[in-house]
């Protein structure tokens, strides 16, 4: 069973900065893929970024592009997303992925909040 630990969440200002934090509980190079999804109320589940956790590939969605950037840390097992000028319509839960060799693998998620 592979657990995903994501911190970091919390309300901010529109224009303002925040950084999720995805702890794994396994080696990351038994993780071929991993990202953030979002989900806002009454929305459908959307893809924010995925990283390749052996090349360190990227990937953003088109609305998230040029402002968040993914990145992970293979010594601690722990990807990242930070998130800068954030507006209104990035609040949503946030929630980490992983395509493991054991199958994929949600967190628990995270909220984010942008608000004046």
């Not at 900065?17 to 071929?32: H, M, Q, T, Y």
């Not at 929305?43 to 993914?70: H, M, W």
């Amino acid at each position: 069973q592979v657990q995903l630990v994501e911190s970091g969440g919390g309300l901010v200002q529109p224009g303002g900065s925040l950084r999720l934090s995805c702890a794994a509980s396994v080696n990351i190079f038994s993780i071929n893929t991993m990202g953030w999804y979002r989900q806002a109320p009454g929305n459908q589940r959307e893809l924010v970024a995925t990283i390749t956790t052996s090349g360190g590939g990227t990937n953003y969605a088109d609305s998230v592009k040029g402002r968040f950037i993914i990145s992970r840390d293979i010594s601690k097992n722990t990807m990242y997303l930070r998130m800068n000028s954030l507006k209104p319509d990035d609040t949503a839960v946030y929630y980490c992925y992983a395509a493991t060799v054991w199958g994929d693998y949600w967190g628990q998620g995270t909220q984010v909040t942008v608000s004046s």
